[in-house]
């Protein structure tokens, strides 16, 4: 068990502050779209695109579905 919280830490850790925020917004029930997102945060839909990228690499996954899985499962979002 201390091993899963170690790697959560470090996966927490690893995100960056506006990564956690487009995670989260990701995750939410309202589903999004990159350009939703984007709108929330007062960025591009290009730049959320680019943070999806890093966090589907930095979690180990490829699809929407798969980061969202990935972000419940590592008890990133709630």
């Known amino acids: 068990?201390?091993?899963g919280l170690r790697?959560?830490?470090?996966v927490k850790q690893a995100l960056s502050a506006r990564e956690?925020?487009?995670l989260q917004l990701t995750c939410?029930?309202?589903e999004l779209s990159y350009r939703g997102i984007g709108d929330k945060l007062g960025i591009s839909t290009r730049t959320v695109q680019s943070h999806i990228r890093n966090l589907n690499e930095k979690l180990g996954v490829s699809t929407r579905t798969g980061l969202v899985l990935s972000a419940f499962r590592?008890?990133?979002v709630v």
């Not at 790697?7 to 470090?10: E, I, S, V």
């Open 7 to 10: 790697g959560r830490a470090q």
């Open 28 to 30: 939410d029930a309202e």
């Open 1 to 3: 068990m201390a091993a």
């Open 74 to 76: 590592w008890g990133l």
């Open 20 to 22: 956690m925020e487009v």
